[in-house]
């Protein structure tokens, strides 16, 4: 059996319990074990591919096609830890499981309950992460303890250690320590109510991580190890990080809590090198390049949670060219009504990302013109490509109506058009074109210069494609398609012949990018956007 480590989160939401875990499971994969990685989220979706990103921040996509949370992100980025459908539960998802085995008969003549039904369809989603290649199962409870939708998560783990063991599974709670100014101390009551809130189910934390703003006291040690029964080498502080998140996993090792989570585990210690991380996060605080300014042009720019994973792979691709990437985030509809100078003045680069919905499509076709008759360097990512060809066709190629039939059914000139397979679909959850599709790329484009490599595959999320019957137009002024389905039949990347960098993609390519590995478009691109600013 795996060994299991379960994270909740008390008195407030928001305290980083995604890179907590994510930086938890980095320590243990570099002391030598497989770990595989789990959030399970209280609410009642199936999953968060329906919900706004103003609700829910951006939807994070795995390779089986899995729409999830984008604490994945984390995961898949620090840890290395591959992710798939069954790293994400939800409560909508453990209940319509146990009400469809209900409507099959599956309870024979029983009556169907939150505890054992509910409960026990937690413990195999936890277990369905089990197996012999994965020494340890790190599985993250959403939401903060006391919430009612929490309770059965709660439950769940309580009786998982109850039958597999305290040496088989642990409990870490991540809590805050806040600082109240106007006394000028640090208070650990909060913390001490949400251990009771946890206790008063019959969990006790083995492990406290406290996050905090300033350093915590042995004082406040003592006390948190005295009233939440958690030995004091076990009351962890997770202080604010100066520079970047990666700090996180660096600064919980010079604590030892790998070791303590090895220990309580009963698990060899092995040998800890993390001088490549180190060497990386150097890298950030430092870069010997400068700084360049890349716009990302979008519709959810107020939360910056809504666009995660390409902010973070920029910064990956700043750790990569050891440069700054300052990033701007211009809100497309403003765009739209400014001169488009007093937003994009003086950028590297230019970002146009994924969305849905015709909310802000002129400020981004503008953008994309601002970027392809200035030579600016240019990466759009899936609607991000798709305004790329829209802008073409109309300002290059004189096809003044070209649109997507998302934002137009009637134009003569559909460039962007619903993919055939999605002519039938009605509902709306997990219906997409989801997860990695093989790319065959073009030989001597730039895309293939990036990726050095022809044959690749990366991750989807659209129903809408670039339509091949206007291929031929666009091609003739210079848009070069660059990348397809193996049969061709699906474009997947284009580029433009006469300008220093304009790329986009079908893909999402930010999901794949890592700290230590940036993704090569982004890499390229910043590459670019640093030539172009010289
Ligand atoms: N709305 C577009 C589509 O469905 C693009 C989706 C996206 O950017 N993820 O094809």
Redesign the pocket.
Known sequence: MSKHIFITGGVVSSLGKGITAASVALLLKRRGYTVSMQKLDPYLNVDPGTMSPYQHGEVYVTDDGGETDLDLGHYERFAGVTCNKSSNYTTGRIYSTVISREREGGYLGGTVQVIPHITNEIKASILSLDDPDTDIVLTEIGGTAGDIESLPFLEAIRQFRHEFGKDNSIFIHLTLVPYIKAAGEMKTKPSQQSVGILREIGIIPDILICRCEHPMSDDHKQKLSLFCNVPQELVIEEQDVENSIYEVPVELARQNLDKHILGLLKLPENQLDMSDWEAMIADVIKPKNGIVDIAVVGKYIKLRDAYKSIYEALGHAGIANSVKVNIRMVEAEELEKSAVDEFLFGVDGILVP???GDRGIPGKLKAIRYARENNIPFLGI??GM?CAVIEFARNVCGMTDADST?FNRQTNHPVIDLMEAQKTVTAKGGT?RLGAYPCVIKEGTKAAASYGNLKISERH????EFNSAFGQRLAEKGLKVSGTSPNGALVEMIELEAHPWFVACQFHPEFKSTPLKAHPLFRDFVKAALTYGD
């Open positions: 994924g969305g849905f899936c609607l798709q998302e997409m999320r659209h129903r809408y």
